[in-house]
Structure formats: C-alpha cells, structure tokens
T-cell receptor, first 113, second 114 residues
Framework: AQSVTQPDIHITVSEGASLELRCNYS??????LFWYVQSPGQGLQLLLK??????LVQGIKGFEAEFKRSQSSFNLRKPSVHWSDAAEYFC???????????FGTGTRLQVTL | SAVISQKPSRDICQRGTSLTIQCQVD?????MFWYRQQPGQSLTLIAT?????????ESGFVIDKFPISRPNLTFSTLTVSNMSPEDSSIYLC???????????FGSGTRLTVV
C-alpha cells in the first residue's frame, strides 16, 4: 500500500527566507507525486507534479521539488518565501494517472514579517 | 485545465438528516473521487465514483452512509446520510484523466452537523 509522511507538522519562516518542506513516500513502483497547497477555507491547488523525466520539477508560484528515488523523498522548496505563501501544504502519492491519491498529514507554513 | 464546480459550498444540518453534495466537471474525465477532510486533518479518500456502476469504497466507509452516484462522465454526487456531529468535515471531490494528468479538486463543501 502507498503512504506519505510529512515529518513537519508546523514550520515558521521569515519572509524572504528559503523554505524546504519534507515529504517521504512509500510505494513499490515508480510513484506519481504531487504537492498541493490549501489556504484557509479554500480547496486544494496543485503546485507541481512528478511522473517521470527530470527529477527537478518546477511548479507555480516559484516552487520546485526534487524527486530522489534513493531517499524516497519529494521535498518542496522555494528560495524566497512571501507572506502570501502561508497555508497548509500537502504531499500526495498515486500509482498512476487515473488512480486514487494518498495524502500526507500536511505541513502548516507560517510566515513572519 | 478542467474546472470543478462543487455545491453547496457550506451547510449547517440537523443531526439525523441527509445532505447531497454535487460535483460538476466542465469536461469529460476518467476518474472522480470523494475525500473527507476532518477539522485540522489531512484528506481521506471515501470512495472512487465509477461511471455507470457502484462506487468503490475505502475501508471504513460504507454505501449506506455515503451513497455515491455518477450518471455520466462529468457529474457525481455524494450523500452524507443520517448525519451526526462526527460527520462535520470538509468534503471534496476530485477528478482526473484530464490530458495533462492532473488531479483537479473542487472548492469543497464545509458541513457542520448540529
């Protein structure tokens, strides 16, 4: 069975600082990996996804993520955080393009000014 | 990318009643899913909505409590039956099979049971 672990429940960073959110997955084959962001009272917005190819994936809002098979990780990064990035971030794994997604428990990002 | 319209966006319901949530996609999709997000928690898959056949439920979820319909490739409903306060959650639908292999989510239904 597939699973996702997000070790950090809550992270606080200063505006302008760099950010890295951790995600570790468990899946027997090549995973389909996603990062979503959820602002308070909102639905989920896709930041980026990885299916195959280049292991460094660029997403929206200046985010990127790197797939590391040897570490079973798909960490999300941003070089300079903006106050509007404060939200809940979810990592998810799927088995294919039309399979169900399994979500991590989420990381709540707080940005201080 | 496809857009999912989900309604109602929120509702307050009496215990023992039922609520039906609708999800409409603006293009044909392969798969549709229903998730529950309990307060302060992550998303848990309730079921996969299959077009023209019975939904596939995850462990811990049953059809009598969460009946699902999907009459065509762009529309699905989830009913939360005989509600109790423990059913207070955000319910989200999702769709995939879109050409860019993305999973799109509806904006969610925030349900409060009193």
């Amino acid at each position: 069975a597939q699973s996702v672990t997000q070790p950090d429940i809550h992270i606080t960073v200063s505006e302008g600082a760099s950010l890295e959110l951790r995600c570790n997955y468990s899946y027997g084959a090549t995973p389909y990996l996603f990062w979503y962001v959820q602002s308070p009272g909102q639905g989920l917005q896709l930041l980026l996804k990885y299916f195959s190819g280049d292991t460094l994936v660029q997403g929206i809002k200046g985010f990127e993520a790197e797939f590391k098979r040897s570490q079973s990780s798909f960490n999300l990064r941003k070089p300079s955080v903006h106050w509007s990035d404060a939200a809940e971030y979810f990592c998810a794994v799927g088995a294919g393009t039309a399979s169900k997604l399994t979500f991590g428990t989420g990381t709540r990002l707080q940005v201080t000014l | 990318s496809a857009v999912i319209s989900q309604k109602p966006s929120r509702d307050i319901c009496q215990r023992g009643t039922s609520l039906t949530i609708q999800c409409q996609v603006d293009s044909q999709v392969t798969m549709m899913f229903w998730y529950r997000q309990q307060p302060g928690q992550s998303l848990t898959l309730i079921a996969t909505a299959n077009q023209g056949s019975e939904a596939t439920y995850e462990s811990g979820f049953v059809i009598d409590k969460f009946p699902i319909s999907r009459p065509n490739l762009t529309f699905s409903t989830l009913t939360v039956s005989n509600m109790s306060p423990e059913d207070s959650s955000i319910y989200l639908c999702s769709a995939t099979g879109i050409s860019n292999y993305g999973y799109t989510f509806g904006s969610g239904t925030r349900l409060t049971v009193v």
